[in-house]
């Protein structure tokens, strides 16, 4: 396959419905690793002792090379694919992706996917305890990095005792990781891939999480980070979701959901102030479940990470901070994505071509948004699928 | 001028510092009409009795026939020209094309700025005394539309011995109100000026308002919309505009606003989970000054207003809408505009082209974002001031 500058316009249907996937993954269980080396994070505070968790599928090969770490985005966790009891209705975030015989091939490669610092999914974040005063951290934990998480995910390839990776890859903030990965420890990684990504937040972008942020910072249930044995800050994480929510999907996607149509329509409108329009409602049961997953101490560190992110800005250019990578790269972004639409993966790709780095980036037509890179699997698999045989 | 579809491609930087204006209007004070007739509203319900604010300039000429009615967005006023004081330093909202030689030219014209009901802004709204209970409304107020606003501007027109407009003019929120006046009331409009408008509201606008009612509504302040005598729900509303203001705004202008950099840029990040980036702070503003000057309630009403609006859904189609019409019709749109794209615009001109209405589409380059249509001054008059001298 000849990865050239291109755009690939699908026909079938948009996938806003994923189709039921069988996967390919047995049980999987959910493992973490803890430190009690500190671990210096860009603040120059430190963390000790922290946890990483991670999943992991297939076998590591005797020369150790055959290992691929997946990254994953804000809300996302390390359960990238199958199961973890029987009775799961809902697969792992990429389980169209991962597994034997699928891009990420898990009859091939070991397939690591790995947690973040900050999180609320097994891993050393705001509501983990403070070993110095016995209670949650709250919102004393050190803030984080992108380059902190990464530092993290270096001492479980560390752990793992795998040197040099096949591959990194992610989508949206797994794609920033990704990047962080190439030039960060360019040494140890082949292959990187970035979908839906870019190189440093837009002020949109930090935008709209530091208006989720005061959102949750503005409940009154939020009490300073200090709500661990107490009422959640519902209605302010609620809210952050909804902003994102809408920030992930197109305009058409939200036509094609719901459109105008409304929760009463034989009656009518109901001309009340409360939700009316499925949209409305949508967004509420968005808001809600997410409740129910996530913390809202959580979604103020890895916001806050994701608005530090600034590789030009660090490295003083993105050329320079691209000089330093020995990878080859490939960016995939989405039509439809007006969060990271591709002139930002574009601008990554110029970047590299400059500093004569192998890069293939391809935009997939899909009216998706934001969020195709967790529902596009075909076309994100064929492109996946052939990078890596190339490496 | 031979008005075509075209795009205008702007040279001079973008307008997103107005340039200091030097007002033509002398001072001018806001006038209101109070009716003891019941309004009657599309809920079903009436009002009454009920107040209009507006303002006036110029002179209305003995034949009555040189009227041109301005409408306003969704958080405007009637003051759309002039100082109310000497000391005002800040000018009506679209003193830039409203005034002696300026594309509403008041030497020419008798021009008229109505505000809206459920507004806070002198005229009924849920701020204003219920006179079944002696208190505010609060969200006792009826639930309004576009078409009630319309029917108490009519009366306004009424009042003021108008029976025909030479033209109805309005962008966003103001642009729903002209093209419900070119459908409503046929027979009083010549000519329709819809910037930056739409023929509904999409799923992605009510999102928009929607989340903005929700945090307004989940600030404990807001105490059910009885908070007159109390502390008003701040926080909500700074979050409801603060989400308003990035829908308006595009990302070339954030970027040129703000871009990525720091409060203390000098001293690098502070790692904090407070506000950091000049765009954070530029909204936390943006929040505070809102709340000064606007009613949390008249928010949620007049949001809600626009969530119904929807002029194919009423008569079934937009050509059966425009059907109805005795209009010219000029449309403007802006290139940067993702809350009202120019798409909106275009499918209102397809639609007046098939029922054989008179109708002028052009979409104007600028990296403003909606708000173009409140700081694009040049183009828009010259548009604005030409299509005028065809009625």
């Known amino acids: 396959m000849n990865f050239q500058q291109q755009t690939l316009v699908q026909t079938r249907p948009p996938l806003f419905k994923v189709q039921p996937l069988q996967t390919g993954i047995d049980l999987v269980e959910r493992q973490s690793v803890t430190w009690d080396e500190p671990l210096p994070l860009d603040s120059g505070a430190s ?39 029987p009775s799961d209705r809902k697969l792992g975030w990429w389980d169209g992706l991962v597994g034997p ?23 050393t974040g705001p509501s983990s305890i403070d070993p110095d005063t016995g209670r949650p951290y709250g919102a004393r934990l050190p803030v984080i990095t992108i380059g902190d998480m990464v530092r993290a995910q270096a001492r479980l390839l560390d752990h793992l005792g795998i040197e040099r990776l096949h591959a990194v890859a992610g989508g949206s903030m797994g794609g920033f990781q990704a990047l962080e990965w190439a030039t960060a420890y360019p040494e140890r990684v082949n292959g990187v891939i970035a979908i839906a990504s870019s190189a ?11 208006i989720g942020r005061r959102a949750i910072m503005s409940d009154p249930r939020w009490r300073g980070g200090d709500y661990y ?3 959640t800050p519902f209605d302010g994480l609620a809210l952050a979701r909804m902003i994102g929510h ?15 149509r409304m929760l009463h329509s034989a009656d009518g409108p109901q001309f009340t102030l409360e939700s009316e329009f499925q949209v409305e409602s949508y967004l509420d049961y968005q808001g809600a479940t997410f409740n129910e997953r996530f913390d809202a101490n959580a979604y103020l560190y890895i916001t806050k990470a994701m608005d530090y992110w600034d590789l030009p800005g660090r490295y003083g250019s993105l050329e320079a901070a691209f000089a330093r990578s020995q990878s080859s790269f490939l960016l995939l972004s989405f039509s439809g994505d007006w969060l990271y639409p591709p002139g930002e993966s574009q601008a990554i790709a110029a970047a590299l071509q400059r500093v004569n780095r192998p890069v293939s980036h391809i935009t997939i037509q899909s009216e998706a ?23």
Not at 200 to 210: D, E, L, V
Not at 380 to 387: K, L, N, R, T, V
């Open 246 to 260: 809408v920030t992930y999907l197109s305009e058409p996607s939200l036509e094609a959901k719901c459109g105008r």
């Open 101 to 123: 015989g699928r891009a990420f091939d898990t009859d091939r490669y070991f397939v690591i996917c790995s947690n973040v610092i900050g999180s609320c999914m097994g891993s």
């Open 47 to 85: 963390l000790a002792p922290f946890t990483l968790a991670y999943e992991a599928y297939g076998e590591l090969n005797a020369t150790r090379d055959n290992a691929i770490l997946i990254l994953h985005a804000l809300s996302g966790d390390a359960h990238v694919a199958g199961r973890h009891h």
């Open 229 to 231: 044995d107490q009422e």
């Open 369 to 391: 948004g934001h969020d195709a890179f967790l529902l596009e699997h075909d076309v994100q698999g064929s492109m996946i699928e052939a990078f890596l045989d190339t490496l």
């Open 200 to 210: 440093r937040s837009s002020p949109q972008t930090i935008a709209w999480n530091s």
